[in-house]
């Protein structure tokens, strides 16, 4: 039996993800080619730091997208000889058609570290960046109104934020992502509530803008409720009638509280901005053309903000990639079984002294995709500055 | 260090050429300068914005940033190259041979650190004087500049004082080791009118008393006359006209020169008769300047052929006077011609009263610690009493300085604040607590108003085309999407800008250009009443006098009421039919024009006019200097408003600090808010009046 | 000045009781109740038997009631079982009921009895407290010069080669949290694999006594994550600063670069990141419980998890005060200490 050298792993791990590189060298080479015409996007390319960062956030999105055919093998199954084995170990009488070797070596459960890593990368490029997305909407339709109109709403909405704002994160994880807790149906409550503020968000968006033209109005916001609602029954409540939209209870535990926690963050940017932009001319200029104050809120005000709020976008998926991973790591995580990175390192991390191959792997691959959407980030603030 | 003296001029500049390296390439932003500051006089350097003059001013302190440098000539300090000392060097002559003061004073002075140790950091770094030392030498400063109460002054924080007496405390900082040469790059461009005065008194007044030479870098030219010995006029990076003061103003011998007169309202100018002219065309971006002459594009007496090629050299007119000119057709140029007569406009006559204004009050209220709340409510009286009648085809002038409430009388007309007390009634309704949401859809396109800022105005985010259609949408013109499309562009013929403008974003449109879009947006609901609030003031003189002839055009079409708040008497003289003056909330003194620039005045009426720089040497100036500031709207004098500065104020004993005036009528509708006896009135002298009448 | 701190801290103490209102209600939901009393009692009770249970302990009253009973401010529930013993929240084993307090709860100092630890909930949290201090202590003293070191360094030459590297380092630092900080630190140092066994895996034995072998690791691990973000801020900040005209106006004084940076611009720079120094305490609490998870180090942090893994509720319950009370405090000091840097708000 031999196993891979050092440089042998590299190669085939390299082989391996092929399906990335090709898509990854279509996507740079289309986007240089129209660099020009691709607003924010295309002036990415000219800071060193935006294209180093979008490389590695591509790298892993196109992981997720082609984790089947990276992995190789199924991150479930084991194969008892190959626990707690190093990496390139090659398998003992394999069964035809699967893969000759552990290329990561593998866990304590005799499960392929490789495979478990790039199957790992689906989740996250899934929820985290659909979560940080809910916590916009919900910061910004409670942020603008908050910032622009000031008053009691913004006196008891900032209240509540500093509340949330207040409480120890791990406490509100500990609290709220427990089995017990789905009984009681507060998940779902919750889930009620934050989900009603996307639907919420564009039904007023159509309003504002389009209320001189009854018939253009009534048509989008018509789309909005049918399409909105129909989501909304299936996520929130797992009642799709025709069953499209589905969110397993415990991801939704997760999913809501990662909501949950963001979205104060957000609101304070957002009514930061809303504050600021509120004393320009033409904010005021709108104000005597007799506009609603939604209307100057959503398409005077949010479209100048869109700057600072992009960056915070980034940033925030990276955050959210780390509190996603806290969860796993404290065995909050989707399922015990799932190649979630948090949990992959703490199972991990009990053995680390002896097998440091077992968390290692997560860890970097965690890592790697947090500081791509931080450079991401701040090539995109360094080139929103120059506009 | 030491500082020696020398015999020659303080400050030579010789063929200075500045560029500035960035990632489009070499941006040159100075081309062969040339300039020279006598010991003792002050230079002024003219030019409007983009034209290099502050880069020259950073180039001579060596302080031109990463991306600038100097490529060619030499500035020499006392005989000295400036360009070939190291940094130790410069360090040593920076605050204590060459100072500088600029724009804003508030940004000026480091908010974190007392005045006092701000001011003794010069001695101790130059002279190496003890801290004691060095405070003595501050408050002598701080009293040299005219400031009450200097050990509390030097006690204090910026923020705690008044921007005009920052700006002395700049000047003061400046001062603080006997300099022999102060630069000023637009010292007093931040500053209310009045007080403005008074720093220009003060800069002459230090001026002769230390014999310090100046370089007096500003746009506006009759501020210019009224500090400096020479002039130096600059165009897109090149000086264009250099000389003594008078001969450049009497014998002006550059078409720039010539077009830049013609287009600010001097006295002389008037809206029907003598319309100022605009400088036709753009100025040009850094990389895209023309061969030959800067100027030549846009110049009357352009020549194919000749202007265009080459290199133009200064020539000089005068040896002895040290006149110097870049035109080839100096000698060609009939410059006493007289400016040819304009179109025959019609003057229109004014027609019903469309806006009424009576006893308008206007009262916030506010907590006497803002931040940490509590304590008793305080009331700011920001509108008291004002009335007024404004007329079709009219032109109304709001005048008053920071704090006078103008912006807050026009933020009641509009509906965004709701009065207090009395009256504003337009076309027979009254709006004055009908807020802006509340009102229906006539009445806000009636009364719409153009905003000060131009590069605020546009929302950066959506085309230009777009904003005026949503106007158009919201005033509900137009039946459909392709009907206003229509009419949009008709608004932009309007305004005379190229319909293609439609497509583009804000940041691709200069400051004039914008404001163009903004005055579209207000017309676009065919308003009855336009409220300009300070619509040039923001702009460069030449394209002021586009703008404001545009709104007059667009008056006299629509039959259309203006509403023109400014702070700048020349246009307001220019320009408007009636006046009505404004001193913290109070309407001082109302009347036609004419009767406003004419006695009797109201004291402060009086103090305005002189304060206002006029460019033109045949005009003589009674000489008032209004001492302190603007009292705080929270905290305002007793009595009268104005007490606290009049100068007047003890010809009627103790009336003025104990009752406020009453609002007296004189010869026909002229309006005067004082207490001064009819034959004191009488006894008033034009403060504006022509030297020799010619 | 006295108004404002009164208001403030009026309002802490009013979101301090929410939150703990709210810890309190998401621990008692009748599902943990539920698992209490199984965990308590008998594991295979119906359902019957556990409303039973709850009643006669008095978890079936309203949860307003039970938390002013948990507060202090509402007298404890007495029951007399069929067998004639009188139960109470105040009485304790052993105690005569007749003599029992009526008021015992978070007021008079009473902060219940743990049912993992088996011991007062106060003498667990004292000693564990002290010990997260410790650490505490020690990321405090690494970290904020570090950051402030980075930042100034970086921002008072925007985009020169020492801001980019040091620039750099920092959004490292801010894409490592401390779970895989700590997991590359172990590997590297404390195990066989690279063999550099400079410091130790564990940090149990630097609960009696601090060393450096095994103290470093935690400590550098939190360290790590919290300064990035800290020296980021404090770097945006500085480099604002340097661009501000009155910079400009000291330059042309003559000051030297040095004078400039110290005397000129740190006073006003530093104002930012000060207050984003004492925001971050909320995070770093989150990094305590991972590191002491981690390093074994059994602490505050680690008290935590074992009593939400456990359902300890009186033992969660009075950790959740004492992190409310903490973050609430440091956003208070954030507050004050804004108004006192900055002259122009203080002076107003």
Known sequence: MNSLTGWEIALQIGIQFTPVWVALAITLAASMYYKDRLGLYGHLFDSRVGITGLIIVLFWAFTAIFADLVATHDALSQIASMKNKKPGTQIRN????????????????????????????????????????????????????????????????????????????????????????????????????????????????????????????????????????????????????????????????????VVFVNSPT?????????????????????????????????????????????????????????????????????????????????????????????????????????????????????????? | MQKWDYDGPILEIDNLSISFFTRIGEIPAVMDFSCKVEKGKAVGLVGESG?????????????????????????????????????????????????????????????????????????????????????QMALQVVADVKLPDPERILNSYPHQLSGGQQQRIVIAMALMSKPSLLILDEPTTALDVTVEAGIVDLVKGLGEKYGTSMLFISHNLGLVLDTCNDICVMYSGEAVETGPIKEVFDKMRHPYTEALFRSIPLPGADKNARPLIAIPGNFPLPHERPQGCNFGPRCNYFDEGRCNKGVIEMSTIDADADHNSRCLKVEEIDWDAPIAAANDVEVVEPGRTILKVSNLRKYYEVAANALFGGGEKRVVKANETVSFEARESETLAIVGESGCGKSTLAKMLLGLETASDGTISLNNHDIESVGIQERNVDTVSSI???????????????????????????????????????????????????????????????????????????????????????????????????????????????????????????????????????????????????QVFAPPYHPYTEALLSAVPIADTSIEREHIVLEGDIPSAVNPPSGCPFQTRCQHKDKVGNKCETEVPPLRVMAGDHEIKCHLSDADMDAMTPVIKLANLD | MWLFLLKRTGLMFITALCLTFVVFFLTNLYPNLEKLAKTEGNMRMTDQQVEQWLDTRGYSQPMLKRYGEWLGVVPSYRYVGADGNERGRCIKPGMDPAIAPNYCGVLQGDFGFSSVFKVDVSTIINKRLGLTGWLMLFVMIVMIPMALLIGVLAGMREGSKLDRSLSSFSIVTTATPEYVSGVVFIVIFASSAVGLRWFKGSATSAMTEITFANFTLPVMTMAFYGMGYVARMTRASMAEVMTAQYIRTARLKGVSFGNIVVKHALRNALIAPFTVIMLQFPWLLTGVVIVETLFNYKGFGWVLVQAASNNDIELLLSCSVVAVIVVLITQLISDIGYVFLNPRIRMS
């Open chain 2, 51 to 135: 034209c290099g003059k502050s880069t020259v001013a950073l180039g001579v302190m060596q302080d031109l940033g990463v991306n600038g440098k100097i490529v060619g000539g030499s500035i020499k300090f006392k005989g000295r190259d400036l360009n070939t000392m190291t940094d130790e060097e410069l360090r040593d002559i920076r605050g204590s041979e060459i100072a500088m003061i600029y724009q804003e004073p508030m940004a000026s002075l480091n908010p974190a650190m007392k005045i006092s140790k701000q001011l003794m950091e010069v001695p101790i770094i130059h002279e190496g004087v003890s801290e004691k030392e060095a405070y």
């Open chain 1, 94 to 257: 394999a069964a035809d058609g699967i893969y000759q070797y552990y290329l990561l070596g593998g866990d304590n459960l005799a499960r392929d570290i490789f495979s478990r890593m790039v199957m790992g990368s689906r989740s996250v490029m899934i929820i985290a960046p659909a979560a940080t997305a809910f916590a916009f909407m919900v910061g910004i339709t409670l942020g603008l109104p908050a910032g622009f109109r000031g008053g009691k709403f913004d006196t008891s909405i900032s209240f509540l934020a500093n509340l949330v704002l207040a409480f120890p994160v791990i406490l509100l994880f500990f609290l709220l992502v427990t089995p017990e807790i789905r009984a009681t149906g507060v998940p779902l409550v919750l889930a009620g509530v934050l989900f009603l503020f996307p639907i919420v968000f564009f039904v007023v968006l159509f309003q504002s803008r389009f209320y001189t033209q009854p018939m253009k109005r009534n048509v989008y916001v018509a789309t909005t409720l049918v399409l909105g609602f129909w989501a909304y029954s299936g996520l929130a409540f797992n009642a799709d009638p025709l069953g499209v939209f589905y969110m397993d209870p415990n991801l939704l535990n997760i999913f809501v509280s």
């Open chain 2, 448 to 594: 719409q108003m153009v905003f000060q800022n131009p590069f605020d105005t546009l929302n950066p985010s959506m085309t230009v085309g777009r904003q005026i259609v949503r106007a158009l949408e919201v005033f509900g013109i137009g039946v459909d999407d392709g009907d206003r499309e229509k009419r949009m562009l008709e608004l932009l013929d309007l305004v005379k800008l190229p319909r293609e403008f439609a497509k583009r974003m804000p940041r691709q449109l200069s400051g004039g250009q914008k404001q163009r879009v903004g005055i579209a947006r207000a017309f676009a609901g065919d308003a009855q009443v336009v409220v300009a609030d300070e619509p040039v003031s923001a702009l460069d003189v030449s394209v002021q006098a586009a703008v404001t002839d545009l709104l007059m055009e667009l008056q006299r079409k629509n039959k259309t009421t203006m509403l023109f708040i400014s702070h700048d008497l020349s246009i307001v003289r220019y320009i408007s039919d009636r006046v009505m003056v404004m001193y913290l909330g109070h309407v001082v003194e109302m009347g036609t024009t004419d």
């Open chain 1, 266 to 387: 957000v609101f304070r940017i957002v009514r930061g901005l809303a504050l600021d932009i509120k004393t320009r001319d033409y904010v005021a200029a709108a104000q005597t053309r007799g506009e609603g104050s939604w209307y100057i809120m959503l398409w005077e005000i949010l479209p100048n903000a869109r700057g600072p709020l992009i960056v915070d976008f980034c940033l925030r998926i990276g955050y959210t990639t780390i509190l996603l991973g806290t969860l796993g790591f404290f065995g909050l995580g989707v399922s015990p079984e799932s190649p979630d990175w948090g949990m992959t390192i703490n199972e991990g991390r009990k053995l680390m002294s002896i097998y440091p191959h077992l968390a290692i792997p997560p860890a970097v691959a965690l890592m790697s995709l947090v500081l791509g959407l931080n450079l991401l980030a701040d090539g995109l603030r360094e080139q929103s500055l120059k506009d």
